[in-house]
């Protein structure tokens, strides 16, 4: 299947966590195109917005805006993967910023966490209450406020090396179920983070949303297969 929306701009991309209105209105001076995952779609209309794709399984499509926006919808069937996946998979985007996949259901937030390294991709920002998410690019340099919280945790065995963080990585060999990189914070008002793999994730707090935005489409990606 070729891709489903593409766009010269970057995208919002709403899943069906839910997310405040402030929250809406902030991703889209950002990422003004409007994309929602399946039921995410229910609560963008409910929020007085028209998503310009709505792309899933449809299975928690409300029937009403099935019918409504049954030109925007794009149904995908299979269910070996979530609808973050689908929609990582069949949106072209400079930059998605993805609102509505982290919340009360543990698994859910667990899964966008998995999509973010199966894709693997650093132009995918996740944003959640408190934090933002992305997978780390090969390399990254960010503006720091000393003793801000720079959070790593490897999704995969993977190893790397930085500047500017109070216990450096250097050295470490990161797993899921060994070392990881939780709670870490800045020593200087500049980070940079390399990796050799696509498999760290980095959160930091929502007030980075902006500068982490600039930084990593500054950056070079890691090269897609």
Excluded: Y
């Amino acid at each position: 299947m070729s891709v489903l929306f593409s766009t010269q701009n970057s995208v919002t991309l709403v899943g069906g966590a839910g997310f405040s209105t402030a929250d809406l209105d902030l991703a889209l001076t950002l990422a003004p195109e409007l994309v929602a995952a399946d039921g995410g779609a229910n609560s963008l209309v409910d929020a007085g917005h028209l998503p310009q794709a709505i792309i899933g399984d449809i299975d928690s499509l409300r029937d009403d805006l099935r019918h409504q926006l049954a030109d925007k919808v794009h149904r995908i069937a299979e269910q070996d993967s979530t609808d973050f996946d689908k929609c990582l998979a069949f949106v072209n985007a400079p930059f998605i910023l993805a609102l509505g996949f982290t919340g009360a259901r543990l698994d859910h937030t667990l899964a966008a966490m998995s999509s973010l390294v199966r894709f693997g991709s650093a132009r995918v920002l996740v944003v959640a209450e408190k934090d933002i998410t992305f997978l780390a690019p090969p390399r990254l340099t960010l503006p720091a406020t000393i003793g801000q919280r720079v959070s790593l945790f490897p999704m995969g065995r993977c190893a790397g090396r930085s500047q500017g963080l109070f216990w450096p990585i250097d050295g470490l060999d990161f797993t899921p179920s060994g070392v990881i990189g939780t709670s870490n914070k800045a020593s200087s008002t500049q980070v940079t983070l390399e990796f050799d793999s696509p498999d760290m994730l980095v959160l930091l707090p929502r007030a980075q949303l902006q500068d982490t935005i600039t930084a990593l489409t500054a950056t070079p990606d890691w090269p897609r297969t």
